[in-house]
């Protein structure tokens, strides 16, 4: 496609439930993000994706957080179990990939509003 | 553990004036990123920065990247409304290609 797209674009769930994040990055792009931003902070990385594996999750907060890519495209980010304190926005970015040349733009979808009541 | 602080978060100006925000990080890093974001909205690309001493200008923005310092500054000139935004950098671990993210600095241009 022509841009990141993410949906829901809002989601409001009760504490305890299943919730699922969908982003469809740029079409060609290899390497994927996720991140999550609260009100008034930069983003905060949780995992990003080359192809279909997760090359680095080092910032899912805990095993509730799990996301996958199965054929290096469209990538669903799974919770379970949610918190109050999972209420955020969750930002999915694509680039062309991840090496050490070149610019490597993250171009950035519009973002999940995940509020947990 | 790479830490990036902005400088200043919070800043109201007059239209036509001159500010510089300032990114300082704590570790090495061979480029860095400038990202605007406008309320409610996603974050849209300015500026990549990819060595020390580079400069890039884009209409009433200018960015500039001193990696021996680890300081990258955004300078803004004859500010006006269009500008007000919340910018973030973001320099990249040569670690593992990450990138780190600043709190932002919310910028408010007032007529």
């Known amino acids: 496609g022509a841009g990141v797209s993410q949906t829901p674009s809002n989601k409001v769930t009760e504490k305890g439930k299943y919730v699922e994040l969908r982003c469809d990055p740029i079409?060609?792009?290899?390497?994927l993000y996720w991140y999550r931003q609260s009100l008034g902070q930069g983003p905060e990385f949780l995992i990003y994706f080359q192809g279909t594996g997760a090359a680095d999750d080092s910032g899912l907060p805990n095993d509730r957080f799990f996301a996958v890519r199965p054929e290096g495209s469209v990538s669903t980010l799974k919770i379970q179990r949610t918190e109050r304190g999972d209420s955020a926005v969750y930002l999915c970015?694509?680039?062309?990939?991840?090496?050490?040349?070149?610019?490597?733009?993250?171009?950035f979808g519009a973002g999940s509003r995940l509020t947990v009541l | 553990e790479l830490k990036v602080e902005q400088n200043p978060l919070f800043l109201s100006m007059q239209e036509g004036k001159n500010y510089t925000i300032y990114c300082n990080y704590s570790t090495t890093s061979d480029r860095l990123y400038w990202y605007r974001q406008d309320p409610g909205k996603s974050l849209e690309s300015l500026f990549v920065l990819l060595s020390n001493g580079a400069v890039k200008q884009e209409g009433r923005l200018m960015a500039s990247l001193d990696t021996k310092a680890r300081l990258s500054t955004l300078h803004i000139t004859a500010a006006v409304h269009d500008l007000s935004a919340t910018y973030f950098c973001a320099p990249r671990m040569d670690s593992n290609y990450q990138l780190i993210w600043g709190a932002g600095t919310k910028l408010i241009i007032k007529p």
């Open positions: 079409s060609g792009h290899t390497a």
């Open positions: 970015a694509s680039s062309l990939t991840l090496d050490s040349s070149g610019a490597n733009v993250l171009t």
